[in-house]
């Protein structure tokens, strides 16, 4: 298991190896959207960071700290070494591969809207007037065991 800031460095080198650069919102639901396929087909966490619901979707507060300075703004290619050692173990690296394939040409728009779906995660545990909610895992991984079922639209 890892830290959810390794995971986005990881899933950084991989869309920077495609030429996309990513916002901190996009990077935030990738982040998200790959820990919740991992709960559900690798049947373990990706990352053990906490994960909340604010007003605008699920977030990883210790990523949002993070990444918060580049505001609405795409991180900067020139800070993502894509060169660099892998930072994951190589059957991680291929997972994160076929996330970015999957979700990596949707708009952080998009991906935000496919995580404020009825019957999300987020969707289930989010309270306009309470802040610091966490979305427990347990619903993240049923929501995507869910989806590898085809009993949602993803």
Do not use: C
Request: charged letters at 25%.
């Amino acid at each position: 298991m890892y830290d959810a800031i390794t995971i986005a460095d990881e899933l950084l080198r991989i869309a920077k190896r495609h030429g996309a650069a990513l916002s901190p919102m996009k990077l935030m639901k990738l982040t998200y959207i790959a820990h919740g396929w991992a709960l559900a087909l690798r049947k373990q966490d990706l990352f053990q960071n906490r994960i909340e619901a604010w007003r605008y979707g699920p977030v990883i507060p210790d990523l949002y700290r993070a990444t918060k300075h580049f505001g609405g703004s795409d991180i900067p290619l020139h800070l993502i070494d894509e060169n660099a050692q892998p930072q994951v173990d190589g059957m991680t690296q291929t997972f994160l591969d076929d996330v970015w394939s999957k979700y990596g040409h949707l708009s952080a728009i998009a991906l935000s809207n496919l995580t404020h779906q009825s019957g999300t995660p987020w969707e289930q545990v989010y309270r306009p007037d309470r802040r610091n909610i966490e979305i427990p895992d347990s619903l993240i991984r049923s929501h995507y065991e869910a989806l590898a079922r085809g009993r949602h639209a993803a």
